[in-house]
Each structure stands twice: as C-alpha cells, then as structure tokens.
C-alpha cells in the first residue's frame, strides 16, 4: 500500500490546501506544518518557493539544501548558481520563473526525500502549481519526476521531450547538482542545458 493511503498526513495536508484559494494564503499555511516530525525539528526555514504572478513556466525542484534552509529561498549554492547560468544561456529568466521543491523542509544530511515525506509535500505542490496555473512545468532531478510522472521511469527515457501533463507541458531533466557532480563533459550537464533551450522555444511558440 502507498505511504498516500495510510498516512493520514496526506490526506488532511491536501485538504488544507484545497482550502487556500491563493498563493501567499497558501504560503502561510505551508510554514505552519510540522507534518514530518524530523524535519521540522531540525529546521531553519520552510522553503515555501518564488512564486511569481503570471510566470509561465514553473521549474520544480528536490529539496533545500544548507543554503536554501539557511536563506529560506530555493535553487541557491552551487546547484541554483549552475541553473541561473545555464538558464541565462537558453535565453531564460530566473526573475520570471517560478521555482518550488518537491518537499519545502531539508532532509538531514541532504538525503534524498523518504516516500512519506514526498507523499505528504506533494498536496502543497500539487496545489501551488494549480494557484500559479504555468504553462510549463519542468522538472529537475528523479524526486520532482516521479512526482510529475511516477517513481519506476527512467529519466534518461523522457528527457528532451515535451510531454502533455495536466493541461499543461512538462519537461523532465536532471538536477543542477547532477551535471556538477558528473562535471561539464558529463550527460547531465549537456542534457540540462539542452533542456532547458527547448522548455525556451516551447514559451517562445506561445
Ligand atoms: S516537508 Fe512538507 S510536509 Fe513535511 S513538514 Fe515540511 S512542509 Fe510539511
């Protein structure tokens, strides 16, 4: 059985979005919860995400590391100053985009999020993406893909794709933090930047 049918978490996390009918309500309600125990002790900010009105494409991300629990912003350190090079390459803007996390909270050590932590967070993504309503989603890492599609996918199976998801498109690559740790000859890097120049020319077809 899924950690979504016997966590009773989920269910009243989705609940109390589905309730809030607007971003910073929605905002507020996410710096409240202390649904995973662990990572709400340990704590500095809950990283709710930049939402921007209007924006038209929406990048999802893992989780906050060190810097974005310290500084409560997402996609900062390393892996945020390799994604706003490589973004500014393909003729994007941080400034314009909006940016969220599958899980809001930083798991200790950077380990990748538990599947109970992901099935609870996943009723306040669900619901910020549906308050930002973009027209593209993209999505960086295996967490966000399995949110956005599902856990036994292969990334390297639906990267450099536009696939129809909800009403809108989705783009699947890999996370910042992967082209740094396989280095700029790697597959990672390649495949991100050329990722993020087609997620460039889908918003430039309108
Ligand atoms: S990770 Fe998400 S579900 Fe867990 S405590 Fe933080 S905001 Fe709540």
């Not at 500095?44 to 590391?65: K, N, Q, S, Y």
């Not at 409560?72 to 390459?89: N, Q, S, V």
């Not at 989603?137 to 639906?158: E, F, H, N, Y």
Request: with cysteine; proline share 6%; aromatic share 4%.
């Amino acid at each position: 059985m899924s950690p979504r049918a016997v966590d009773p978490w989920v269910r009243s996390i989705a609940g109390f979005a589905d309730a809030c009918t607007e971003v910073e309500g929605l905002a507020r309600a996410i710096r409240a919860c202390t649904a995973c125990a662990e990572l709400a002790a340990a704590r500095r900010h809950v990283v709710v995400g930049d939402t921007i009105p209007g924006a038209r494409l929406l990048i999802v991300g893992e989780a906050p590391g060190a810097t974005e629990d310290a500084e409560g912003r997402p996609f900062l350190g390393k892996a945020g100053r390799l994604l706003d090079r490589l973004m500014a390459d393909a003729g994007l803007r941080r400034d314009e985009t909006s940016v969220l996390n599958v899980l809001k909270c930083r798991p200790p050590d950077n380990r990748a999020p538990t599947r109970a932590e992901a099935a609870r967070c996943t009723g306040w993504l669900d619901r910020q993406v549906t308050l930002l309503d973009p027209a593209l989603v993209m999505t960086l890492g295996r967490s966000a893909m399995s949110w956005a599609i599902d856990a036994k996918t292969r990334l390297s199976d639906v990267r450099g794709t536009v696939h129809d998801w909800r009403g809108r498109r989705l783009v699947a690559s890999y996370h910042p933090s992967a082209a740094l740790r396989f280095g700029p000859n790697g597959e990672p890097h390649a495949a991100l930047a050329a990722d993020l120049r087609l997620v460039a020319k889908v918003l430039a077809c309108g």
